[in-house]
């Protein structure tokens, strides 16, 4: 039986080079995909567990892992510059995480499966700020979204796109009415018409925000994002 420090070589290429214990690569070590890729770290029966590190051509990984699979808290480098911290689970972007785009873009919620999902906020360069639910990395479900000189879009989204009630605050004026699919689908003429039609449980939910003014709302998505 290996026990020990020692080198194994495949076939293939592949080369580990550190801890074995019983045949088994275990405790701490480094694995060299045929010149590919390199995984550094502790090692259990030969499978990364706790604090390891790839590197790849093009990309890099830091981070937690429990049985070869990255699981915990991470780090994760694309060779466009984009980069991911967070919570990862079943090697996919799984709970909280920040991700980063190479344009200056930055994404603050939860993930599932690789994708937005949950609540999140999303921040673009030119200070467009939205604040809400995603599903598969789009708008889906109640969301705030501030487009810059005093207006705000308060309302649902499905699929990346506007649809049921929506309260358009423009500078001290407000406009209310319903979308459907992106389009608007009506524009109610007073605000009263619009309440008296503001009845289904899912929208009653987030009535509160649809009663906020300009400044109250503007005070709140800031305070979420500190």
């Known amino acids: 039986h290996s026990n020990g420090i020692g080198i194994f070589s495949h076939s293939k290429g592949d080369k580990y080079e550190g801890e074995f214990k019983n045949d088994e690569i275990c405790g701490y070590g480094e694995y060299h995909f045929q010149k590919i890729s390199v995984t ?9 567990n706790g604090i390891g590190i790839e590197l790849w051509q093009d990309s890099s990984y830091y981070g937690e892992y429990r049985s070869g699979l990255k699981e915990g808290i991470g780090r994760y480098i694309w060779k466009n510059k984009a980069r991911y911290e967070g919570e990862w689970k079943n090697d996919m972007m799984n709970g909280f995480g920040i991700y980063y785009f190479p344009d200056g873009r930055k994404y603050l919620g939860e993930w599932k499966n690789n994708y937005m999902e949950g609540f999140g906020i999303y921040l673009w360069n030119n ?33 990346g796109k ?48 649809f009663l906020m003014d300009r400044i109250s709302i503007y005070n709140y998505i800031n305070s979420v994002e500190e």
């Open 127 to 159: 200070k467009k700020k939205y604040f809400g639910f995603f599903k598969k990395g789009v708008k889906n479900g109640f969301g705030i979204f501030y487009l810059l000189n005093d207006k705000f879009l308060i309302g649902f989204w499905k699929d």
């Open 162 to 209: 506007q649809n049921g009630f929506v309260k358009h605050i423009n500078g001290n004026k407000n406009f209310y009415g319903i979308f459907k699919d992106g389009k608007k689908d009506k524009l109610y003429e007073t605000e009263e018409e619009f309440w008296n039609n503001f009845n289904d449980i899912k929208s009653q939910r987030y009535k509160k925000f």
């Open 40 to 48: 550094s770290g502790v090692w259990t029966n030969s499978e990364l």
